[in-house]
């Protein structure tokens, strides 16, 4: 294990529903991270938060709503999806962000997604 | 874009035969790493070479970098069915990282 955990591990939800990933980090680091995996895609970068505070928003679209209340926990909370939302969604952490520098990312396992 | 970009894209080799993947980047770049992913679960980092390194070994594993080619390969000698994964560079920056399509290896027993 990565020391990242991910719940839940797979979600089905309709267009109007409203639902969050979790993610917790057991390693003590100060930098978390949301992807977005779809088929036959790069891993898009969605959001990046370091100390708690966001400082990377990738345009992404606001029916996505990230939440990082400390450094150990980050959270997507999603509402009024779109079919082509349907992804694997994987969390990550790293030691920190340093200037010039990026350090190896330790993810989560991914909660598998489908919007219906 | 300073994504990285894999070849092949899918690569199918006999257990004990070397496999050997491609990474070619568009920008400079500070480090590249490299990643494997089993099916459907999280990415697992493999090694990180820095721009001032040509070639990293970690068991198995020899990566090489070749900044004035904008390129990095990764070799994986003496290949086990357990090797079985996507493989994916990925540029680092200041606070994002930036992941190539990846190679499917499929190793045969």
């Known amino acids: 294990e990565t020391g990242v955990t991910q719940t839940p591990r797979h979600l089905v939800m309709g267009m109007t529903n409203k639902k969050s990933l979790k993610c917790e980090q057991h390693?003590?680091?100060?930098?978390m991270y949301w992807y977005k995996q779809s088929a036959k895609k790069p891993l898009e970068l969605m959001f990046v938060?370091?100390?708690?505070?966001?400082?990377e928003n990738n345009s992404v679209p606001s029916r996505f709503s990230p939440e990082c209340p400390n450094s150990s926990h980050l959270f997507l909370h999603l509402h009024t999806l779109q079919p082509e939302d349907s992804a694997l969604y994987l969390c990550?952490?790293?030691?920190?962000?340093?200037?010039?520098?990026?350090?190896?990312?330790?993810f989560g396992p991914g909660t598998r997604l489908t919007v219906t | 874009s300073q994504q990285g970009e894999e070849d092949p894209q899918a690569l199918s080799i006999q257990e004990g035969e070397n496999a050997t993947m491609n990474c070619s980047y568009k920008?400079?770049?500070?480090?590249l790493q490299w990643y494997r992913q089993n099916s459907g679960r999280g990415l697992v980092h493999l090694i990180l070479i820095r721009s001032n390194e040509r070639e990293k070994h970690s068991g198995r594993l020899r990566v090489t970098l070749d900044t004035s080619k904008k390129s990095s390969s990764l070799l994986i000698t003496a290949s086990r069915a357990a090797d079985t994964a996507s493989y994916f560079c990925?540029?680092?920056?200041?606070?994002?990282?930036?992941f190539g399509s990846g190679t499917k290896l499929n190793v045969k027993p």
């Open positions: 938060y370091s100390l708690e505070e966001r400082v």
């Open positions: 390693l003590g680091h100060n930098a």
């Open positions: 990550a952490s790293s030691p920190g962000l340093a200037g010039g520098l990026a350090y190896e990312q330790y």
């Open positions: 920008t400079s770049i500070n480090n």
């Open positions: 990925a540029t680092g920056d200041f606070n994002k990282f930036y």
